[in-house]
């Protein structure tokens, strides 16, 4: 611009207007400006922060299982986000209120463990753990302006509900209170725990490379079936390479998209939490919710078991080893399969679920809606499907559950 | 500021006069007391209210046992007065804070425009810049006041009304009440400057037209349109960039330990906010032909 400047200035007033008309623009480029490095920022800042995976020493991915069960790590803090997508329609409000409604018909405390941390089962959250030995255990579920709050202190389990300001409180043997804790499956560790449990022959595992997690180097642990029909396409664990301890856990379906379940911590330190974590006195005017020894056992375990129906269901079967957990305690569920292809199956001796037609109306409209018709040597039946979980109600009432894919259901029913 | 300061920095001190008959000029209108005043009257308002409701002795929302209806905080205030403060602010923050920062904003250039007097402060020798300077200063000035007048209204019905003392966090653990004001006060700042993107956002507004109505209504109605558009969860890859996105972050400084990303988000959008709708307006001001 500079050389041609003083030819410009011989054709005067011109110009000038021109000039100035052009200073005038140049001060919107200041905005303009302001957002474009906003933006650049925006984007380039998280792929800048990914600066490549750590350099690690090989290890085998037997040496790494065993690293996972040898870490013993006793203090430790951090944030986790965990984000569950099933692919079931979102119901957003509607199906946390139904969820609190359906727990509270139990013992009539928002603040009892079950009956909150359903609400684990879809979206995204952010829970905070906390640990300090076998003893004292915290974990809280982030809300908006709110926070629901598990605090494992000695004998004392404590509830707190900080949004209806109700407290949820039992004391119970240590066993019994680790037994609670480990219905929970909200941590990476925990979820690494239940799916290695059905690491049999029938899955690959694989170290695959490193990452890095919540600002730690991590091995990349890869979990596959290795049967085709599964729904499962993969799991991957982040393992810390100092602690052992697993850093994020994702899921993958074979189906591919986002992740089905993406737990990991964006935040941890192995430093021992300040002791008044752990400490807990119900607020004054909280209405606390005892929950007796003597009931415990029995109304507990009721109650774990029906926790597990409802925020474990994507979990349990995700795994063919919990799915026989879960078989216990149905009569009539038999398992047809082995490893990741195993399907859940029972008589429900009813009539299946009506199809649209002989219901009728909305109601049948909808529920066809819900399902796919299927037919095959069995008879017809609904396929409902979930992203990860498939089930396949035939019209006689025979029910077929797991995590495969739709034509391996009605192979299965084909068969039985 | 002594007589030798004075002399160096004239301009300095020009830049404060203008500042302070600014500042008086938009805390002695009387709108603008109104304005105060009725955020000073939601705290009241919310205080009698839960005082009536809980006088039989149930608790906050009755009926819906557990439910947490109503704004953040409310159930906890019968236990201590303090939680009134932060309700008063999670139920003033979404609109009658924004509301009334829209209004001052909105009518700092324009309404000089409209009244005719907007030449009259050019024709003195602040410089265009530096008048857009000392308006937007006194606007986020009013944030500051309009955020404190409910919250020591909210303080101040709370002790009346309710029991203060040592409070839980909604972690559960124990703060002594000490702290609690601490917090209290810390909550109040962050609020403040959680309006930050209004002001810009609405004196910007203001510098576009010459009717100071128009730039308060175009202000008022682009908050309650984002608002909404944040209600809808089809647009969540774009609801971060909403300034009012994480207005309601505050509330993680209740937590224990205090959770600081999404405050963190907060001010890096009231930020980002302040400085395109910032310089749109300097741009805008510096080179528009004034003629009222």
Known sequence: ?416 | MSQAEAIRSPRLLWTFGLLRSELLTTFRRWRTLALLAVLAGVPILVGIAVKIETSGGSSVGGGRDGGGGGPAFISQITNNGLFLVFTALAATLPFFLPMAIGVIAGDAIAGEANSGTLRYLLVAPAGRTRLLLTKYATVMAFCLVATLVVAVSALTVGALLFPLGDLTTISGTQISFTEGLGRALLIALIVAVSLIGVAALGLFVSTLTGSGIAAMATTVGLLITVQILDQIPQLHAIQPYFFSHYWLSFADLMRDPVYWDDLVKNLEIQALYAAVFGSAAWARFTTKDITA
């Open chain 1, 1 to 416: 611009m500079a050389p041609n400047e003083s030819d410009d200035s011989t054709t005067a007033g011109e110009a000038d207007d021109l000039r100035a008309g052009r200073r005038k623009a140049a001060r919107y480029v200041v905005p303009v400006a302001v957002v474009g490095v906003a933006a650049a920022t925006i984007g380039l800042v998280p792929a800048l922060a990914d600066s490549g995976d750590p350099d690690l020493p090989k290890i085998s991915a037997q040496q790494l299982i065993d690293k996972i069960a040898k870490s013993d790590v006793q203090q430790m803090s951090g944030t986790v986000k965990i984000t569950t997508d099933l692919g079931l329609p979102n119901l957003g409000g509607l199906e946390s209120s139904l969820m609190s409604g359906a727990g509270k018909s139990g013992d009539g405390s928002s603040a009892d463990p079950t009956s909150k941390l359903t609400e684990l089962a879809t979206g995204t959250h952010t829970l905070r753990v906390a640990a300090d030995g076998q003893d004292r255990q915290k974990l809280s579920l982030l809300e908006n302006a709110a926070e629901y709050s598990i605090v494992h202190n000695g004998k004392d389990v404590w509830g707190y509900d900080s949004q209806s300001n109700e407290v949820y409180h039992s004391t119970a043997p240590d066993g019994a209170a680790k037994q609670q804790k480990e219905d929970v499956p909200a941590t990476p560790k925990d979820l690494t725990k239940d799916a290695l449990k059905s690491v049999d022959d029938t899955t690959s595992v694989t170290v695959e490379g490193t990452a890095q997690v919540a600002g730690r180097d991590a091995y990349r642990l890869v979990i596959k079936p290795k049967q085709s029909g599964s729904t499962v396409g993969q799991i991957t664990v982040a393992v810390d390479s100092k602690t052992g301890l697993p850093l994020k856990f994702t899921l993958t379906p074979s189906s591919g998209g986002a992740a089905v379940i993406d737990a990991g911590f964006t935040q941890v330190s192995f430093a021992r939490p300040s002791a008044s974590t752990f400490n807990f006195t119900p607020p004054k005017g909280a209405k606390v919710t005892e929950d007796k020894q003597a009931e415990h056992g029995l109304k507990g375990s009721e109650k774990s078991w029906k926790g597990e129906q409802g925020g474990k269901s994507e979990k349990g079967d995700k795994t063919g080893g919990s799915d026989e957990n879960a078989a216990k305690g149905l009569d009539g569920l038999n398992v047809i399969g082995k490893g990741w292809n195993s399907i859940a199956t029972f008589d429900t001796g009813g009539q299946g679920v009506p199809s649209g037609s002989k219901a009728g109306g909305d109601f049948g409209g909808f529920l066809d809606s819900l399902g796919d018709k299927v037919t095959g040597k069995f008879g017809s039946g609904t396929v409902f499907k979930t992203r990860l979980i498939n089930a396949l109600i035939t019209d006689n009432g025979k029910v077929y559950v797991g995590a495969v894919s739709k034509g391996a259901l009605v192979k299965a029913a084909n068969a039985g």
